[in-house]
């Protein structure tokens, strides 16, 4: 398996609403079919928040998250705005093992 991070800045969105943590995880579950899944969380700092996502191809299953925060919004947050994501062939890498791929 490969890792996709998704780090969110709470000060840059308009409603940080931690239930962001479960419902985009469960989007990008049902939007990409189940070619990724939730594998957890975990605070970058005092104000991102990391999702770590399981796939075993994360630069194709990364477009198509690209492709969803860039047509929904989540809990009234635009996350095309203030999203950042990160990808690594490793399974469960550590945020700092990953290469940011957008925005770039």
């Known amino acids: 398996m490969q890792t996709i991070i998704i780090v969110l800045n709470a000060e840059r969105m ?3 609403d931690l239930d962001i943590r479960y419902s985009l995880p469960e989007r990008i579950e049902e939007y990409t079919n189940n070619q990724v899944k939730d594998n957890g969380y975990d605070y970058i700092s005092d104000t991102e928040l990391g999702l770590w996502l399981e796939t075993d191809n994360s630069v194709n299953n990364a477009k198509k998250i690209i492709k969803l925060i860039n047509t929904e919004r989540f809990l ?3 996350l095309s705005k203030v999203a950042e994501i990160y990808i690594s062939d490793e399974e469960c890498a550590s945020f700092e093992n990953c290469r940011k791929i ?3």
Do not use: H, Q
Request: hydrophobic share 10%; proline share 33%; aromatic share 12%.
């Open 76 to 78: 009234e947050n635009d």
């Open 14 to 16: 308009p409603n940080p």
């Open 102 to 104: 957008y925005p770039i």
